[in-house]
């Protein structure tokens, strides 16, 4: 089991597996998408301020200031709801097939991705900083 389960509604699952006495309560996490939390979630529900609070779980943060996740996943939710357009694909595949026909639909929506952020003038394969040496034959 992960040691994070990261959704828009870990508080329904965490309330779920409360009323059900889980043990995996235990030793996993369910902290909810950061937008969610901030924008879809009632201020009055306690449950998910004290348990599934995303910024309660500081070793997600990327530094001090706690403005930034390590993992994004409200980007993980767009996928999530792009991918769902091929759910009627998907769903009946063997694993071997929805592997591969996953990942090339990935590659290919990364490509496109960045052909757009590089004709905007973006350089999405520059991290500065980086050392980049070639490969030795």
């Known amino acids: ?14 309330n779920h597996l ?3 006495k889980d043990p995996l309560l235990d030793t996993v996490s369910f902290p909810v998408d950061g937008f969610h939390y901030d924008c879809k979630h009632s201020r009055t529900d306690i449950v998910c301020h004290e348990h599934c609070n995303p910024w309660l779980f ?4 990327l530094n001090d200031s706690g ?26 595949m ?13 590659m290919r929506k990364n490509r496109l ?5 590089e004709k905007d003038s973006h ?4 991290i500065p900083g980086l050392q980049y040496s070639a490969p030795k034959n």
């Open 1 to 14: 089991m992960p040691e994070y389960f990261i959704y828009n509604n870990c508080c329904g699952i965490y």
């Open 18 to 20: 409360l009323a059900q």
């Open 58 to 61: 500081p070793e997600l943060l």
């Open 67 to 92: 403005c930034t996740f390590y993992f994004n996943s409200s980007k993980c939710e767009q996928i999530n709801v792009w991918l769902g357009g091929y759910h009627a694909i998907l769903h009946e």
């Open 94 to 106: 063997q694993a071997d097939h929805y592997n591969f026909l996953l990942d090339e639909l990935i």
């Open 113 to 117: 991705l960045k052909r757009k952020l």
């Open 123 to 126: 350089f999405p394969s520059y």
